[in-house]
Structures are given as C-alpha cells and as structure tokens.
C-alpha cells in the first residue's frame, strides 16, 4: 500500500476541512495549530526510526486529532475526530488495524492523556510539544483567548495562570526524546508562572533570615543564589541523558549480535552444503579444489570473527573496601559484583547513592566502557564482513576461472 499518496490525501482533506470550516472561536485549535502538531510528530518519529506503516499512523492521527473541534463542542472532540479518520481511511482501503491504531491515538490526546505504545506516545506528545519551547507564553494566550470566546466569558489571568501552573506540573512527556529536548524548557516556563504568582502575606523564612542579619539579600544576589544553587544541583535531564545513552548502546549492541548471528548461520549452511556435496565429488573435478579451500577458509574465518564480535567478557565479580573508598568500582555493571554476596552488594550500593559524586561518576564509568564494549564489537564485525564480502567475490572468481580453464579428460 502506498501509505504516502495517502497521507498526502489527508493532508490535503483535513486542510480542506479548516478552509471549509472556519470558526472564529478557534484560536488556537485551527489549522495552524494541528500543522505545528504533524511537524513536531513527524520530527520526534523520524528520531526513533518509525516503520512505514507506523510513521503513517502517527502523521494521520496528527491530522486529525483536532479536526473534531468544527463539528461539535470541545468536549469529546476526540472521539469525533477518530470517527472522521476512520470514515476517511476506510474509503481509501487502508487495514484495518491500521486504522484501529489511528484511532487510539487520537483518542489518547484527550486530557489528561493515557498513551499506550510509542506511536500513541509520540502523538501525545506532539500534541503538547509546545509546552517545552520558546512558544509557549504566545501559545498560551491563545489558548485563553479561545477558552473565553467558547465560554463567552472572562477569564482572569491569575485564574488561567493557576491553571496553566497545574497542567504543567501534572505534564510528562512520555518519550524520552522529548523529555530531553523540552523537559527544561517545560520547567522553565512553569518556573516563569508560579514567579507571577502574588507572595502570601508575612513570609516566615524571611521574618527569620531578618532576626540573624540575613533578610538584606538584594535582587542581584538572590538570582546570583539561584543560579548557584542551579549549577550545583543536577538538572534532571542528565538522568534522562544517561538513561538514553545506556538504552541506545543496548541497541546497536542487540543489533551488532543480531548481524553476526546471520553471519554464522549463513557461513554455517555454506560449509555444510560444501561438505556434503561438493567434497564428495572432488576427485571427479580437481579443478574446484583450490576454489572450495578458498571458499572455505573465508567462511571459517567469518564464523571464527562474527564469534568474537559476539563473545562476552567477564571481569572477575569482585570488589573490595579500597574500590568503594576511591570510587573506582562499577557497581552498575554485573561483572563487578557477581561473585559477592548481597549484603557486600547492598552496602556499596548505599554508599553509592549517598555520594552525588560516586553515582555520577558510576554512570559515566558505565557508559564509557559501554562504548569501549561496543567499539570492540563492531570493529570484529565490520572484519567478519569485509572477509565474508571479498573472500565471497575471490571465491566466485575462482570458481569462475577453475571451470573455464578445466579440461575434461
């Protein structure tokens, strides 16, 4: 099926749609809006490496997932919007499940949002992708302003802002991408809010700060605190960077396996077929015999390579008290501990977490050799795969030269 001619098609339908349409009320949720929403899709799908069938889904339900809103009230504008995917999906042939899955997407937009599986995930959050940028202040006044023309009445800013403040508390992004590229940006802009807030009367802390000398803190110095205090304490995005490192290393260590694994099995049935046909009948065709040697030696010497690529390396599993005092054991990492008891492992674990310093440095530890692991593997691989392609090519080519050279007797 050719999913792009159709995406094309809604594209152009929903477009139609909005031109067709026009509400005045619509503020905010307008074409321009679900625009924004299908780039911000189709960036954070292009990020993991959607199928095709599964960057369609995410692009219609972005299409769509609004469009609800010019053939009905606000509430429930989701379910509307699935109803008209799924009319227009299905009178151009697409699967049905496909179109399931359309479905649910759009319906997990609607607040608060329960997205279940990544395309579900990244039409959330493209959906509120506007929370983590620059944009949001400009959007927000939209969104209000909408509010109070379906209303038709007036909304205070302190009552909005109070409410923007909860939306933006109680939001997650549920990708990790996401949660990187916007998380402080998000942040940020709640920080931004909640410092509009009017200060309750008589502030305690500093009636205190005041009776020991220390209520003259001047704006300067407050912000220079603040900052401080930022640069010290870890943003929780380098958790999020941490734990997106490890699992893209797991990765492209799953795929490294994976390829050598058909490596060794496709090298594997070649000497078997070799074996039990082709030197069965050697004496009759001396001529093959430097060509089969050839052939297989290379695919010898590939399984012998896609093996090491893929053999694991075990340290010792031990660590002693002069490890945890200098902070030089992983305990991330199995190999460290694997022959200690749980008691021994539980208590440098503690100490671990108790120090900043000792678990940042544990992660860093873990992601380096992570790589250096990885380095190894693929350089083993990449010569497993240049073997198996040359010695391949050298082996046909002598095939090629023992049957135009044979004589027959």
């Known amino acids: 099926m050719d999913y792009s001619s159709i995406l094309e098609q809604a594209q152009h339908y929903v477009r139609s749609f ?47 997932h609004d469009i609800g809103y010019l053939t009905g009230e606000a509430q429930n504008h989701e379910e509307r919007g699935a109803r008209m995917a799924q009319s227009f999906l299905e009178g151009v042939g697409v699967d049905k499940r496909v179109i399931e899955s359309v479905s649910r997407c759009i319906v997990a937009t609607q607040l608060p949002q329960r997205a279940v599986g990544l395309v579900e995930q990244i039409v959330c959050d493209a959906d509120l992708f506007h929370l983590g940028t620059d944009d949001f202040s400009e959007r927000n006044k939209l969104m209000r302003k909408e509010a109070e023309a379906m209303s038709h009445k007036k909304i205070s800013k302190d009552e909005w802002r109070r409410g923007t403040i909860r939306l933006l508390e109680s939001h997650q992004y549920y990708t ?17 809010l909640k410092a ?30 603040a900052k401080e205090k930022k640069k010290k304490d870890p943003g929780r995005g380098i958790d999020t960077v941490f734990r997106i490192t490890s699992n ?30 082709l030197l069965r009948k050697i004496e009759d065709h001396t001529n093959l015999e430097i060509p089969a040697i050839i052939l297989l030696s290379v695919n010898l010497v590939t399984i012998i390579f896609s093996i090491l690529a893929t053999r694991p390396h075990i340290p010792e599993g031990t660590f002693n008290k002069e490890d ?12 460290n501990f694997y022959r200690m008891t749980l008691e021994e492992y539980a208590g440098g674990m503690l100490i671990m977490m108790d120090d900043k310093d000792f678990l940042y440095g ?22 497993s795969y240049n073997v198996f392609m040359y010695g391949l090519i050298a082996s046909v080519i002598a095939f090629v030269i023992a049957a135009l050279v044979y004589t027959p007797k």
Not at 20 to 47: C, F, P, S, W
Not at 324 to 335: A, E, I, Q, R, W
Request: glycine letters at 6%; one cysteine or more.
């Open 18 to 64: 909005y031109e067709a349409h026009v509400d005045d009320k619509l503020i905010y949720h307008n074409a321009k809006h679900t625009e924004m929403v299908v780039d911000a899709a189709a960036r954070i799908g292009q990020h993991y490496q959607l199928s095709d069938v599964d960057f369609f889904i995410v692009n219609v339900a972005a299409w769509f």
């Open 196 to 225: 509009k807030e009017p200060e309750p009367d008589g502030n305690p802390i500093e009636d205190l700060l005041r009776e020991h000398g220390m209520g003259d803190l001047t704006p300067e110095k407050q912000q220079l605190t």
């Open 176 to 192: 990790d991408y996401c949660r990187v590229l916007l998380g402080e940006k998000q942040h940020e802009n709640l920080m931004k």
């Open 248 to 277: 893209n290393n797991q990765k492209l260590s799953s795929q490294a396996d994976s390829k050598a694994h058909i490596l060794i099995q496709v090298n594997s049935i070649i000497i078997s077929v070799l074996l039990s046909l």
């Open 362 to 383: 544990s992660l860093i530890r873990d992601v380096y050799y992570q790589g250096i692991a990885l380095g190894k593997k693929y350089r083993w691989l990449r010569l």
């Open 324 to 335: 945890l005092d200098n902070k030089k054991v992983n305990l991330l990492f199995f190999g």
